[in-house]
């Protein structure tokens, strides 16, 4: 079993960064491609960005592209996700996820993580 806990969420104003943290435990996390998907009101959860587990391979939806960065640290079990030049359209619940050790596929969609965190809340003042 893996216990996948996000933080880092809050209010903040256009154009602000934030930089959310996702803390694994339960079994190895170096072998476990990691995501960041959000949902926000109304709308269908989408993703973010994602990191393979093997080679440091980083993916990113076209609206995050350049603004957000995906970053992993094996030693201490943590995914973070620093989110730049925020925009009101960002708003949303972030959830971080985890695949099942050692996947090799598709990483942009969520059939891919098997494990999912609770979601921290991000919301972006205009």
């Known amino acids: 079993q893996v216990q996948l806990a996000e933080s880092g969420g809050g209010l903040v104003q256009a154009g602000d960064s934030l930089t959310l943290s996702c803390a694994a435990t339960?079994?190895?996390?170096?072998?476990?491609?990691m995501g960041w998907f959000r949902q926000a009101p109304g709308k269908e959860r989408e993703f973010v960005a994602a990191?393979?587990?093997?080679?440091?391979?980083?993916l990113y939806a076209d609206s995050v592209k350049g603004r957000f960065t995906i970053s992993r640290d094996n030693a201490k079990n943590t995914v973070a996700l620093q989110m730049n030049s925020l925009k009101p359209e960002d708003t949303a619940v972030y959830y971080c996820?985890?695949?099942?050790?050692?996947?090799?596929?598709?990483?942009?969609?969520?059939?891919?993580?098997?494990?999912w965190g609770q979601g921290t809340q991000v919301t972006v003042s205009s």
């Open positions: 990191i393979r587990w093997s080679g440091g391979m980083t």
């Open positions: 339960g079994r190895i996390f170096s072998s476990s491609s």
């Open positions: 996820a985890a695949a099942a050790a050692t996947w090799a596929g598709v990483l942009t969609s969520e059939v891919a993580y098997t494990y």
